[in-house]
């Protein structure tokens, strides 16, 4: 990918259906271009699409190893559904050994700083492991989910470290309604965790259900939810140019 061809395709790819978004990643940029997905009602709803639309488009996903059950049996229904192998990213074990050494099992809870080095280490290293495998980042991202997704743009390029991607996130102008309308409409396979009152998944004992009226993503980390300014966010989609 060089960033001045994606830059003079920017406004088209904006402009595009997510189906059609798909397919030009696939056809464009092959094994380069990749749905990194920790299997939200959006990741679901992209592999579901990807299959008429892009069939052969890789799905990745970030294995923190303390996913709920409930993740780990959806990552096996579509893998089976789609005939689809799913890419796993894990932790590096020695990392985490290291820090469950120092620091406890359950370090998330001590303060902001440590859930934020829990989150680097089981997520955001894997995940940069898994870009370093692709030049277009495909991501269920949506404007809806919270005050601080709601300028996200369909395609856009973003630094990475000293890299550039192209960051693309189909669904971004779908509301939560159309998501589900989708997935009713398909049969889309999704996380039974949504039936339980959770409204974003994550790993176990860091997600809990939402209230009807709270914001999609307040049951992330809810012990902290008093702090002022604090985005929701682990830190995969900040950093390096918007998220
Ligand atoms: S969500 Fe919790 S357990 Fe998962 S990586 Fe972040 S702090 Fe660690």
């Known amino acids: ?4 061809e994606d830059h003079l395709q920017l406004a088209d790819l904006n402009a595009l259906g997510p ?23 959006t990741g679901c709803v992209m592999i579901d699409m990807a299959s008429r639309a892009a069939p052969g488009l ?8 303390r996913l709920h059950q409930e993740t780990y049996d959806l990552i096996a229904q ?6 689809i192998a799913i890419e796993r990213f894990q932790p590096d074990p020695d990392a985490v050994e290291n820090m469950v050494q120092r620091h406890g099992e359950y370090l998330f809870f001590d303060s902001k700083a440590k859930q934020e080095y829990c989150c680097n280490i089981r997520k955001v290293q894997p995940n940069e492991r898994a870009l370093g495998t692709v030049d277009v980042w495909i991501t269920g991202l949506r404007r809806d989910q919270s005050e ?22 189909p669904l971004a102008d779908w509301t939560e309604a159309d998501v589900w309308s989708y997935i009713r409409t398909h049969g889309t396979p999704y996380n039974s965790l949504y039936d339980k009152g959770y409204t974003s998944i994550g790993c176990v004992i860091c997600t809990t259900p939402t209230l009807p009226g709270e914001d999609k993503r307040a049951g992330r980390w809810r012990w902290f939810n ?15 140019g918007g998220i």
């Open 78 to 83: 579509l893998e089976e559904r789609y005939g």
């Open 148 to 169: 601080y997704r709601s300028n996200i743009k369909k395609a856009d390029v973003i630094k990475r470290g000293e890299r550039t991607l192209l960051k693309l996130c």
């Open 58 to 65: 890789r799905v990745l996903t970030v294995d923190t190893l």
């Open 226 to 240: 008093h702090l002022e300014g604090d985005n929701k966010e682990c830190g995969i989609h900040m950093g390096g």
């Open 1 to 4: 990918m060089t960033l001045t």
């Open 19 to 41: 189906e059609d978004l798909l397919r030009w990643a696939y056809e464009r940029h092959g094994s380069r271009a990749g749905i990194v997905t920790s299997f939200q009602n």
